[in-house]
Structures are given as structure tokens and as C-alpha cells.
């Protein structure tokens, strides 16, 4: 999980950084990434500016003799789409939740270690498969999946694997923007601790202990066509 506490004991425990800093540094990464996204796309296909809003639901997160639940709430986000085909796109976004880590005994005891608020935060980088050979359609199933760094913030930060899934619909207007309707998934892997496993007599093996944050959510998307939009041309 992720609101790092070292339930095994020998060294570790919370990583404490400069938040703003990181967090100012994702958004120059991003925005960089963007306009390089924009310069190679205008005169290849066509470019979509999404802006996300989203429900996250909760998730209970085990460690070894404790336990968190990530609390549900808003995620915003946003993010370019390219086509460089009819129905196939490459995405990049970026997506925040700000929740709290309260953390529970295995008997559901509160455990006071401080502030518990936080948030999740997601660069991501997806594919995604649009359904339908018609290239009027006004209504376009799709499903993609994506990868990349989830930054989890308490009083420190930490950069994790990250990956995520989605199933939903556009539905296009007359004019450049158009509706993203969708379910989604996203997860967050880290490392809390280490187990000790006996291989053969004698022998003890130190292996990492893995938690994951798996949340799922509802949500959509406002679409705006830069590339009908001749916004550079």
C-alpha cells in the first residue's frame, strides 16, 4: 500500500520530500510531453483535447497485520488524444484524487499515526480501440488499457508502477466536442516491507512484500476536436 508504514520492522518507514516541488515537476513532464504530442500530431491526424471528471470508489489494501482503505471520491484530470488511424488512438493524461489513508488494525482497530489526507495521482500513457466501421457514427463503443507512474503524496512522496483499463462510449455532436462516457480500473503496485521464506534447511530468502491500490470508478470526459477546431492551421 502505499501509505508506507514498515509493519516488518529493520529500518525503512515514511519518505519524506518536497511535495510542491514534485508535483510542479510532473506538470513541466506533462506539459512537455503534450506539446510534443501536438507538434508531431497536427498534420497527421486528428488531435483531442479531453478534460476528465470521475468517481473513484474505495479500496481496502492489506499488509501483513494491518490494513488501509483508500477513501472514495473526485478524480479530475485531463489529457491529449491522437488518431492516427480511424479507430485507434494513443493517449496521454494526467489524473489526481485527492483521499485519506486511515489505517486499521487486522481487528478494525483506527491506528493514530497522524494526518492521513493525502492523494493519488496518475501520469498515463494508453491505447485505445474504437468499435465500428461506420465513420459518421455518432455513437462509438471503445476499450483501452494504459501504463505509467502513479505518485502517491501524504507528508512524502512516491513514484510507483501504475496501470489502468477502461470500457466506454463517445458520443460525438455536430459540432468539436463530443461526450466520453466510461468505467475504468487503476492501479498502483509498491513494495511495504519483506518476507523470509525458507528454501531449504538452513536457508532463509529475503523477498519483497507487494501491496496494490485497485480502485474502480465511473466517469466521462468533454471532448474537444483540436484539429477541426484549426487551432493550428
Same mark, same amino acid.
Given at each position: ?12 518507514g515514511?519518505?519524506?520530500?518536497p ?9 513541466? +513532464?506533462? !506539459? ?13 491526424? !486528428? ?29 479530475w ?11 485507434k ?15 486499521y ?7 493514530p ?23 459518421n &457514427?455518432?455513437?462509438?463503443p471503445?476499450?483501452?488499457?494504459e &501504463?505509467?507512474?502513479?505518485? +502517491? ?17 463517445k @458520443? ?6 463530443s ?8 492501479s498502483i503496485v ?19 512484500s507487494?501491496?496494490? +491500490?485497485?480502485? +474502480?470508478? @465511473? ?7 483540436? !484539429? ?6
Amino acid at each position: 500500500m502505499l501509505v508506507s508504514v514498515n509493519v516488518k520492522g529493520g529500518g525503512g518507514g515514511l519518505e519524506h520530500g518536497p511535495e510542491a516541488n514534485n508535483l510542479k515537476k510532473i506538470l513541466l +513532464i506533462f !506539459t512537455l510531453l503534450c506539446s510534443f504530442i501536438v507538434l508531431k500530431a497536427q498534420n497527421e491526424g !486528428t488531435l483531442i483535447f479531453n478534460a476528465y471528471g470521475s468517481y473513484s470508489f474505495a479500496d481496502k489494501v492489506h499488509f501483513d497485520n494491518t490494513y488501509t482503505r483508500v477513501q472514495d471520491g473526485f478524480q479530475w484530470g485531463t489529457g491529449f488524444e491522437f488518431f492516427p488511424i480511424q479507430n485507434k488512438s494513443f493517449e496521454l493524461k494526467y489524473l489526481r484524487l485527492s483521499t485519506h489513508f486511515p489505517l486499521y488494525q487486522d481487528n478494525g482497530t483506527l491506528i493514530p499515526y497522524g494526518n492521513d489526507k493525502g492523494s493519488l495521482n496518475y501520469i498515463l500513457f494508453g491505447v485505445n480501440n474504437y468499435f465500428g466501421k461506420k465513420p459518421n &457514427a455518432k455513437i462509438l463503443p471503445y476499450a483501452g488499457l494504459e &501504463a505509467g507512474l502513479g505518485l +502517491i503524496s501524504r507528508d512524502y512522496t512516491r513514484w510507483r508502477f501504475a496501470w489502468g483499463g477502461k470500457v466506454g462510449v463517445k @458520443i460525438k455532436t455536430s459540432s468539436v466536442m463530443s461526450l466520453n462516457l466510461h468505467t475504468y480500473f487503476q492501479s498502483i503496485v509498491s513494495s511495504f516491507g519483506t518476507d523470509f521464506w525458507p528454501v531449504i534447511p538452513g536457508v532463509v530468502v529475503a523477498v519483497p512484500s507487494y501491496a496494490a +491500490i485497485f480502485q +474502480i470508478g @465511473i466517469g466521462g470526459a468533454l471532448c474537444f476536436d483540436l !484539429t477541426n477546431a484549426k487551432l493550428f492551421k
